[in-house]
């Protein structure tokens, strides 16, 4: 008998539905847990360009109201990535989750304006933390970087964290919860802040970042060490088409593709996003600049023991 030409077992394979590609072709689809917020723009830029699925990977992003709620899901392998604080990570961390910071998310800026602050109405007499003294202070979640930076600025302005009563109010819904006077003062982030300055319908109170430490890693993307383990190239390939967002959104902020990717997920008008001024993504973290804000957290009861930030910092993040 005379042997099959090499034409008609590729025939026959494609016939019967065998897998002709190489593995290496497969895309990885990741769930990430997100929130709407500014410093979630490279992630989304990413997927808008394509940036993702140039290293074969398929994000599926599901919107939290605040990073210390996306990491149960992580840790339970509901999701594989989240983004969250670096409050909420170095918590996980330190009550041995295993998380681990594979991407930098967001910096406060060097000097104001910065991409959070408190906010009150018109007329409120609210200018300092003794102002908000007995009175109600708008925070996505307890005891993450937002909570954990409003007592220290309440501190700092000559106020007694523990005489302010914190209550958790999701981003989007900050100024209408002070607009209905839920609240008395919210401390809240970009684009929701300055949406609500350009309408004249809240004033600046502070810059609670600024006034406590400059430039500070905030917002971080976060894995698990087991499954980066099992996954270092799927890793490396997320942070790789990530950090392709960052360069994106740095080199066309404020531009119309910008601010329709950022309308898109945040739900803002786009209109809204015009005077939107945002400090410069960054890719890497510096120990040094993280280890301030693990301290501040040993201070307020948020940490027992020491923990070393540059022991929750993955090698793809990881300024020596």
């Keep these: 008998m005379r042997r099959p030409s090499a034409l008609l077992l590729l025939a026959a394979a494609l016939w019967t539905g065998a897998a002709l590609e190489p593995a290496s072709t497969q895309e990885t689809t990741l769930r990430v847990s997100t929130i709407p917020i500014i410093d979630t723009a490279p992630l989304h830029i990413a997927i808008a360009k394509g940036f993702f699925k140039d290293e074969k990977l398929t994000v599926d992003t599901t919107p939290t109201a605040g990073g210390a709620v996306g990491l149960p899901a992580l840790a339970a392998g509901a999701v594989q990535v989240a983004f969250s604080n670096s409050v909420s990570i170095a918590i996980g961390a330190s009550q041995d989750l295993g998380f681990k910071i594979i991407a930098a998310g967001s910096f406060t800026g060097a000097e104001p304006p910065d991409l959070a602050g408190i906010v009150a109405k018109p007329d409120s007499k609210i200018a300092t933390g003794k102002d908000l003294e007995g009175k109600k202070l708008a925070v996505n979640t307890r005891a993450n970087v937002i909570w954990l930076y409003a007592n220290a600025w309440v501190e700092a302005t000559g106020g007694n964290p523990k005489s302010v009563t914190y209550l958790e109010v999701p981003f989007p819904q900050m100024l209408d919860a002070l607009a209905g006077g839920q609240v008395d003062a919210a401390f809240i982030v970009d684009p929701f802040l300055s949406a609500g300055l350009s309408s004249g319908n809240v004033k600046l109170v502070g810059w609670p970042y600024n ?31 990530y950090n392709r967002g960052v360069d994106w959104a740095n080199a066309n902020a404020g531009s119309d593709e910008w601010k329709k990717i950022i309308s898109g997920y945040t739900k803002l ?14 890719k890497v973290i510096d120990p040094t600049a993280l280890q301030p804000t693990i301290d501040l957290m040993k201070k307020f009861g948020l940490l027992r023991g020491d923990l070393s930030a540059k022991s929750i910092l993955y090698s793809t993040v990881h300024r020596q």
């Design 211 to 241: 006034k406590v430490q400059k430039s500070i890693p905030i917002g971080m993307y976060a894995a698990t060490e087991e499954y980066i383990a099992k996954n270092p190239d799927v890793i490396r390939a997320f942070v790789k088409a």
């Design 269 to 282: 008008p786009v209109e809204r996003l015009e005077k939107l001024k945002v400090p410069p993504f960054e």
